[in-house]
């Protein structure tokens, strides 16, 4: 049984824990001074390529990130984590702001390919978009099978045997390797990066790439026409008669 | 206090909120604000800082209240700090220390606070212990004890103070009369951190002449036959560690475990508060932070004469009082933090002027923060009373306050 080499996805997104504001000119949210980390997803996906390395599962660790500079911060994180290197993909400004999982995927397609990659593990979706496609999006380009919300991840010669979360419960399928893995949230506990590992992940090497290294195109083919805060809460109405509620239903055009 | 009487049902429901607010909720609301805890750190010292907030945010910040109220000592939790590398942060790498410098642990120990001053304070502590092995030690106790020292496996007691002797330390008279290949210790230690639960005491003890010169630092195990501890003192803080007296009784203590030379033990002790000093002073940081968290977080939910506590400009203008209190410390704190990693000639006094300023500074800040939250402020299910009460005795330890302006004004009227 070979070791594998694994890919992990990370995305710099606005900490969870921020309260969100609409930018004045409401195309977008206020980025600009606010915390962001990464995305949690993603760390637990991290957590997980790392117990495999612990496992003697995977050989090597290879943490990327496409967009702005800061998103480096981000893969500083996954290496003190224990990532063995680093690929960030810059992606500047307003391309940035236009990134969408089709380009990432093509991106992550292509770095799987040129790393020899056996093993995608992504984040199942990102807490700013929450679009919930890259994994799928990889999968389908590279034609590699797909495990998507795994939750448990179990070594089967050759082969992973993956615990879904499903809508209807839980679900266990087979999935040939090389594959694509998206992480839910009970996968597992992200650890804490021990302090000498922060200070080992500033000397690991972190690949600087453009999108046309890889021959993509990360050109905008979608518009923000308007972004707004969800409608204020309004207050309730307490009835005294099931009559009343009734009325209330059908002057609102509810029934 | 007649008017608060039993807590009024919508009292219960502000302090279920007022909980959720706080404990579980301490968010770093204050990021990219003025008082930015990251603001001008690397974005190495910017990671070591997140992972020690997540850590106290995880792992103490939940259990400060219990430990306090039932006094006790979270060793498990220290053994994970331990682990993290928080045991032995300025030691050297070489017998396993984590090799940072003097301000990375200040944004540590500020860092870890947040969650719990008093735990945070004696882990300070521990790490002036291990650093004062690791510079003055000989090989055999450095291999011997930083390890175990840095992963918080064993932890460790700073005896300087007696009952005749605190801030006239040099006055001391614990003595330790050599016997053979040993040292026979006599004499009592007073209000020493951890003392009966830790596994090794630095004693400073008179070996030579009275004065400065005659004294030196021994390393005494526990369990060292004539070593024996008074009742475990009740204090009105710091109570997530105990304190008791530490009673010599003709101990025999091997001379291997004397730390550095005979005589040395004076400036070894000092040169280990200098560096406490900075730690502590960054314990005083972190709990004003974390007050003033609680106090924004207070002011946007709290409600009088029909509008949120935020829109009195009152309060407004003494918040910013406090946001300016605690820059202008922290900021005297991390310079004196580099003046003394980098061996600066003025570091004393520099290391000592941040430890006043910042910790009476920063106990007015959580003295403040109680009183913006009014008669709750005074309830212990609210953390500030907490921060308010470990941090009061900042001005008083590691050497009082008055004696900080001794060095201070020292300095200043040198001849030069």
């Given at each position: 049984?070979s070791a594998?080499r694994?890919?992990?996805?990370c995305?710099?997104?606005i900490?969870y ?9 409401k ?7 606010v ?6 997803f993603?760390e637990?996906?991290i957590e ?5 390395k612990?496992?003697k599962?995977a050989?090597?660790?290879v943490a990327?990130?496409?967009g ?6 981000t893969?500083?994180?996954a290496m003190a984590?224990?990532a ?8 500047d400004g307003?391309?940035?702001?236009t990134?969408?999982?089709?380009h990432v995927a093509?991106?992550l397609?292509?770095?799987?390919q040129?790393?020899k990659i056996d093993?995608i593990m992504?984040g ?7 679009c919930?496609?890259t ?9 590699w099978p797909?495990a998507?919300?795994a939750?448990k991840i179990?070594?089967?010669n050759?082969s992973?045997?993956?615990t879904?979360?499903i809508?209807?419960?839980?679900e266990?399928i087979k999935v040939?390797l ?5 992480a839910d949230?009970?996968?597992n506990?992200?650890?804490y990066?021990?302090?000498?590992n922060i200070?080992?992940a500033?000397?690991?090497p972190?690949?600087?790439k453009k999108?046309?290294?890889y ?10 026409l308007?972004?707004?805060d ?20 059908k002057?609102g055009g509810?029934? | 206090?007649a008017s608060?009487g039993?807590p009024?049902?919508?009292?219960k ?8 607010l706080s404990?579980?909720?301490i968010?770093q609301?204050?990021?990219?604000s003025?008082?930015?805890a ?14 020690a907030?997540?850590?106290?945010k995880n792992e103490m ?10 006094e ?5 939790v220290?053994?994970?700090a ?6 032995a942060?300025y030691?050297q790498?070489?017998?396993g220390?984590t090799?940072l410098t003097r301000?990375d642990?200040s944004?540590?120990f500020?860092a870890?606070?947040?969650g719990?001053?008093?735990?945070t304070a ?8 291990a650093?004062?092995?690791?510079e003055f030690g ?7 004890w ?5 992963t918080?496996?064993m932890?460790a007691s ?14 001391l008279i614990?003595?330790a009369?050599?016997?053979g290949?040993n040292?026979?210790?006599?004499g009592e230690?007073?209000f020493?951190?951890g003392?009966g639960?830790?596994?090794v005491?630095?004693v400073?003890?008179r070996?030579?002449?009275?004065g400065a010169?005659g004294i030196?630092?021994i390393?005494v195990e ?5 070593l ?6 009740k204090?009105?803080g710091w ?16 001379i291997a475990n004397?730390i ?8 070894i002790?000092?040169r280990?508060l200098n560096g406490?000093r ?8 972190g709990g004003?932070h974390?007050?003033?968290?609680q106090v924004r ?8 004469f ?6 009195y ?13 605690l ?6 704190v991390?310079?004196a933090a580099i003046?003394?990693?980098n061996?600066?000639?003025n570091?004393?006094p ?6 006043l300023?910042?910790?009476d500074?920063?106990?007015k800040?959580?003295n403040?923060a109680l009183?913006?939250f009014?008669?709750y402020?005074?309830?212990k299910e ?7 009460r470990d941090s009061?005795?900042?001005s008083?330890?590691?050497?009082t306050n008055?004696m900080?302006?001794?060095l201070?004004s020292?300095d200043?009227?040198?001849?030069r």
């Amino acid at each position: 049984m070979s070791a594998y080499r694994v890919l992990v996805g990370c995305k710099r997104v606005i900490d969870y824990a921020v309260k969100i504001r609409v930018k004045p000119d409401k195309l977008g949210v206020v980025t600009d001074g606010v915390k962001h980390s990464m995305n949690p997803f993603d760390e637990i996906a991290i957590e997980e390529a790392i117990r495999l390395k612990e496992k003697k599962l995977a050989s090597e660790v290879v943490a990327f990130s496409c967009g702005p500079t800061a998103s480096q911060e981000t893969l500083r994180t996954a290496m003190a984590m224990g990532a063995d290197r680093a690929i960030h993909v810059e992606i500047d400004g307003k391309e940035a702001e236009t990134l969408q999982p089709i380009h990432v995927a093509k991106l992550l397609s292509k770095v799987a390919q040129e790393e020899k990659i056996d093993i995608i593990m992504l984040g199942k979706q990102a807490i700013d978009d929450d679009c919930n496609q890259t994994a799928q999006m990889t999968a389908s380009l590279l034609n590699w099978p797909q495990a998507t919300f795994a939750s448990k991840i179990e070594n089967d010669n050759g082969s992973f045997k993956v615990t879904r979360e499903i809508d209807g419960g839980l679900e266990t399928i087979k999935v040939k390797l090389p594959a694509v893995i998206s992480a839910d949230l009970r996968l597992n506990e992200p650890r804490y990066a021990t302090l000498p590992n922060i200070m080992k992940a500033k000397k690991k090497p972190l690949a600087k790439k453009k999108p046309s290294d890889y021959g993509v195109e990360v050109k905008a083919h979608q518009q923000v026409l308007k972004v707004e805060d969800p409608p204020v809460r309004q207050a309730g109405q307490k009835l005294e008669t099931v009559e009343d509620l009734v009325v209330k239903l059908k002057d609102g055009g509810f029934v | 206090m007649a008017s608060l009487g039993r807590p009024c049902s919508w009292a219960k429901c502000m302090l279920r909120r007022q909980r959720a607010l706080s404990l579980r909720n301490i968010r770093q609301i204050f990021s990219g604000s003025c008082i930015d805890a990251s603001d001008g750190l690397s974005d190495e010292q910017k990671h070591i800082q997140q992972m020690a907030r997540d850590f106290a945010k995880n792992e103490m910040a939940p259990f400060m209240k219990d430990w306090d109220q039932e006094e006790h000592f979270p060793r498990d939790v220290m053994k994970k700090a331990g682990e993290l590398g928080f045991g032995a942060v300025y030691c050297q790498e070489a017998y396993g220390g984590t090799g940072l410098t003097r301000l990375d642990a200040s944004v540590i120990f500020e860092a870890l606070s947040t969650g719990c001053v008093s735990t945070t304070a004696y882990i300070s502590i521990h790490n002036m212990c291990a650093w004062m092995i690791d510079e003055f030690g000989s090989e055999t106790l450095k291999e011997t004890w930083i390890p175990q020292l840095a992963t918080m496996d064993m932890c460790a007691s700073y005896c300087l103070t007696e009952p005749g002797s605190g801030s006239d330390a040099a006055s001391l008279i614990t003595s330790a009369k050599k016997d053979g290949d040993n040292y026979v210790l006599n004499g009592e230690k007073v209000f020493i951190s951890g003392a009966g639960v830790t596994d090794v005491y630095l004693v400073m003890c008179r070996t030579g002449t009275e004065g400065a010169k005659g004294i030196s630092c021994i390393l005494v195990e526990k369990d060292t036959p004539g070593l024996s501890f008074g009742k475990k003192e009740k204090k009105v803080g710091w109570n997530s560690h105990p304190i008791r007296a530490v009673i010599f009784e003709d101990c025999k203590v091997p001379i291997a475990n004397r730390i550095g030379g005979e005589g040395d033990g004076f400036t070894i002790a000092m040169r280990g508060l200098n560096g406490g000093r900075i730690n502590v002073a960054s314990c005083s940081l972190g709990g004003a932070h974390a007050s003033m968290e609680q106090v924004r977080d207070y002011f946007k939910v709290r409600k009088q004469f029909g509008q949120t506590l935020e829109n009195y400009q009152y309060l407004q203008f003494k918040f910013a009082d406090m946001a300016a209190g605690l820059i202008a410390s922290r900021l005297m704190v991390r310079n004196a933090a580099i003046a003394l990693q980098n061996k600066a000639p003025n570091a004393v006094p520099l290391c000592s002027m941040a430890k006043l300023f910042a910790t009476d500074e920063c106990f007015k800040i959580c003295n403040q923060a109680l009183q913006m939250f009014g008669g709750y402020g005074y309830l212990k299910e609210y953390p500030v009373q907490q921060y308010f009460r470990d941090s009061r005795v900042h001005s008083i330890l590691e050497g009082t306050n008055e004696m900080m302006r001794l060095l201070v004004s020292r300095d200043l009227l040198k001849d030069r």
